[in-house]
Every structure is written in C-alpha cells, then in structure tokens.
C-alpha cells in the first residue's frame, strides 16, 4: 500500500512539474553588478496580479550550475534545470518573487562541475569566499526594485548553493559586507549541502538569521552526518538552526525528474520539505499575496 501511495504521489510530481514546466511560465533576465566588479546574470520569476511591493527568495544553484544536463551549449532562460524551474515557479505561485543567480556562467563556467571535482574546482567559484558575495550583490539588486519589499527577502541553495548559503548567513560573512543583521537576509534554507565548508567554521559557526537544513542520510554526494555536526554544534552556541534528514533519501532528492523521483525515499522527503520550506518562509515575512492555482 505504502508503495503504491508513493508511486501515485510521484507520478503526481511529475505530472506538476512538467505542466510548470512550459515555455510560458520562462522568467525575466537580468543583470546586475556583483563582486569586484563582475557582472552577473539572473533569472527572476515573478508572481502575476501580484501587490507590491512582494517578499523575495534569492536562490543559488548547486555544482552542476543553473542549467539543464540538455543544454547542449545554451545556457539560458530557455535551458534551465527542472529543479529551478519548479522552484522558481513555486516561490511565484505562492506571491513571492524568485532570483536564480548564475554564480557560474559569467565566470566561464556555465556547465557546471561533474559530480566528485571538488577539489579540482577554481577559487573564483568558492562557496565560502565568493558566492555569499553574489548573494548580497542579488540581494541589493531586489532591494533597488520598487515591486520588492526590501526588508523581506530570503535565501535559498542547493548542494554547492547550499554551502554558499550557509557561509552567506554566518554573521562573520554578514560583517565583512558591513551590513548590520537587520539589512541581511531574513532566513535561509539549504538542501542537501555539504558542510565542510572549506574548515572555515569548523571552530564556530553561528548564523544571524534562521536556517534550517533538509538532508538524506544516502547522499551520495555530501555527508549529512557532518552536517547534523555543525548543526547541533551552532544551536548549542545559540544558533537559530535546524536540520531535518530523510531516511534513505538521496542527493537531489527534490529534482522532479524521473531519475530521482523513481527513488521512494525521494518521493516522501520532497513531499515534506516542500511545505516545510513554505511554512519556514511564510513564517519568516507572513503569509504571501497570491495563493497558487491549482495543478
């Protein structure tokens, strides 16, 4: 019975997923300035009849980057991932505007890295150093539109991103932006990273807004043991932090592909951490102005 629910519940997905995925629901460009100068691109999906100004969730890909396996050399607003795809349009449907910045492609690496490169990946692209960095430089950029609300603003990441957002909400990284906790993001969520994190926080590790981590204890790619860790660790310093692991969920467990939704551990962790990471932002700015149609 339990298998049977699953495979409905996955077909459902999918069925979702691919309806969102359409050529009309494609979002805007954008471009903006990032660190020392590099210009960097986006992709903004906006809710429509929307009241503004409206809350926002920037989002960081992971190490395969914005685009789809099957871009064959386009990257762009036509060839994103699935995975961004539905989660830009998840974030507009419920009333919030979504930013997908491409931390990878201007720095000439559009296709993203295979998976186990780590250490063979370059230090313009370091989670730690670098990408928090384009996440403030998005975050100034929907505070300079007028249809965003710039005291309302979240952050969201996937593997790599993952990592960049949890080094982007450590207070040291917030102060070396010069900004007070008040201008910074309002909370973030991170799946599935890997929290090494290049060392930098092995000692200490404490975010100045709420967090909350979604992991599967079968990552093939990252440990979510380390970062129960670092978890546990920061809450015991007072760290306003939290993690959720799935039993026998993979890396990309939320992917609506078939791939990793033919995994039913899979299945049943996207199934929760959708509407944990719905209630967790709703929580943080209130509840949004546009309520999603029906599938």
Known sequence: MMRMI????????????????GPEAGPDTVHFAGPDGQSLVAYLFLPGGHATPIPAVVMMHGRAGPYSIAAHGRFDSTTLSQRHLFWGRFWADHGYAALLVDSFGPRGFAGGFPVHSYGDRPDAVNEVTVRPRDAYAALAYLRSRLDVDPHRIALQGWSNGGSAALATMADVTLEAQHLPPREGFVGALAFYPACGLHDVFDQRYRPYAPVRVFSGDHDEE????????????SKAGGGDIAITVYAGATHDFDDPGRRRQGVEANVAAQADAVPQALAFVEGLFGAATTKPAAP
Do not use: F, N
């Open 6 to 21: 699953l495979t409905i519940a996955a077909m459902t997905w999918l069925m979702v997923a691919a309806a969102w995925a």
């Open 222 to 233: 990252v440990s979510a043991a380390h970062c129960r860790r670092l978890v546990d660790a």
